[in-house]
């Protein structure tokens, strides 16, 4: 069993900037990618940045050229960078960790808030 936990949601004007974290309870390298999924009010969860093990990256069209996914393999932990936060970016933000295959899993955090007020 593996703990994704998540940290750095809160309340933010728009414009401002938030980073999140996410840190696994293993090595990230378990997992082939790690992302970041966020869910707003009454909406289903969309897909907001993905990162491979070998570092490629790819974003939602809605938040290309402001988020910035990135991770530290000796920490265990993938961010995500949120800049010029828009009121539309309001959600729950969750963290996900794939391993594809036959034996593949995946698991998700328990996930954060971020508030973009306008």
């Known amino acids: 069993q593996v703990q994704l936990v998540e940290s750095g949601g809160g309340l933010v004007q728009a414009g401002g900037s938030l980073r999140l974290s996410c840190t696994a309870s293993?090595?990230?390298?378990?997992?082939?990618?790690m992302g970041w999924y966020r869910q707003p009010p009454g909406k289903q969860r969309d897909l907001v940045a993905l990162?491979?093990?070998?570092?490629?990256?790819n974003y939602a069209d809605s938040v290309k050229g402001r988020f910035t996914i990135s991770r530290d393999n000796a920490k265990n932990t993938v961010y995500l960078q949120m800049d010029s936060l828009k009121p539309e970016d309001t959600a729950i933000y969750y963290c996900?960790?794939?391993?594809?295959?036959?034996?593949?899993?995946?698991?998700w955090g328990q996930g954060t808030q971020v508030t973009v007020s306008s």
């Open positions: 293993r090595s990230i390298f378990s997992f082939d990618a």
């Open positions: 990162i491979t093990t070998g570092g490629s990256t």
């Open positions: 996900h960790g794939l391993r594809q295959g036959s034996r593949g899993y995946d698991y």
